[in-house]
């Protein structure tokens, strides 16, 4: 089993930053790819952004790209999820998931299953 706990939400005023941690148990954390998701009240959860198990390749959501930066820390079992130039859109429960790899291509981030998530935790941007 593996057990991942999110830290370092908040509120924050439209246009700044927040660094989100996700830290998680296991010896064999790095086998696991990892991802960040988020949801709004009322709205479905939505995908943005992956990490390969080596931290070699990332990808974003269309949403948050050039604003979001993925990335992990093998040795502290920790992944990350930097949040600049932050919108009120933006405003969600962020969630951290680790998953397996089903297939492999161009297309890694769209072939996968998540395993294990989080408890979420609260990013509010204010306008």
């Known amino acids: 089993q593996v057990q991942l706990v999110e830290s370092g939400g908040g509120l924050v005023q439209a246009g700044g930053s927040l660094r989100l941690s996700c830290a998680a148990s296991?010896?064999?954390?790095?086998?696991?790819?990892m991802g960040w998701f988020r949801q709004a009240p009322g709205k479905e959860r939505e995908f943005v952004a992956a990490i390969t198990r080596s931290g070699g390749s990332t990808y974003s959501a269309d949403s948050v790209k050039g604003r979001f930066t993925i990335s992990r820390d093998n040795a502290k079992n920790t992944a990350y999820l930097q949040m600049n130039s932050l919108k009120p859109e933006d405003t969600a429960v962020y969630y951290c998931?680790?998953?397996?790899?089903?297939?492999?291509?161009?297309?890694?981030?769209?072939?996968?299953?998540?395993?294990?998530w989080g408890q979420g935790t609260q990013v509010t941007v204010s306008s």
């Open positions: 296991g010896r064999t954390w790095s086998i696991y790819t």
């Open positions: 998931a680790a998953g397996t790899q089903l297939a492999y291509g161009s297309r890694w981030y769209e072939n996968l299953k998540y395993d294990y």
